[in-house]
């Protein structure tokens, strides 16, 4: 059974790799139909173009020369057919610890602690990847405001 384990552990990672990636435009989370319709997000555009379909909006299309939604691998249909029960599994984890609940590992089997391990995995590279972004940002002069420009909106740095 290692070999399944390891199987879906990687099958895990490489999933939540492409959907996060990388960290998924700051966190964000496709919207969901009805609030991206409502101004949230890029269905906004059926609003002013009735010709154009959702799927249009969301996956693209070349031929009319639309950009697919940045946030579309986050929508739960792109989620692999063979993954969707374990997908379901982590979020249900992620949203019982988000509120305190926490549950040891020998109260889990071995196949969730693979697809828990895979989402680790994860969000490590996706940590590692913003680390490196920020660090050559950096380096060209792109340093992010201080809380204190957030604040002003303006440079405090000395001249």
Not at 34 to 55: A, F, S, Y
Not at 110 to 121: F, V
Request: with cysteine; net charge neutral.
């Amino acid at each position: 059974m290692p070999g399944v384990r390891a199987g879906l552990t990687e099958a895990v990672e490489d999933f939540y790799n492409s959907a996060l990636a990388p960290s998924l435009h700051e966190g964000e989370i496709c919207y969901g139909e009805d609030l991206c319709r409502d101004g949230q997000g890029p269905l906004v555009q059926l609003n002013k173009q009735p010709d154009l379909t959702i799927e249009m909006v969301c996956f693209g299309d070349v031929g009319r020369r639309i950009q697919a939604c940045p946030l579309r691998q986050t929508k739960p249909e792109s989620v692999p057919p063979y993954l969707a029960e374990w997908v379901a599994f982590i979020e249900e984890h992620d949203a019982l610890q988000s509120k305190g609940v926490t549950l040891a590992a020998y109260d889990l089997s071995p196949m969730q602690r693979a697809a828990l391990l895979g989402k680790a995995r994860a969000e490590a590279r996706q940590q590692q990847l913003r680390d490196i972004k920020m660090r050559r940002d950096t380096k060209k002069g792109n340093t992010p405001p201080s809380t204190l420009e957030t604040i002003y909106g303006k440079s405090l740095r000395p001249i």
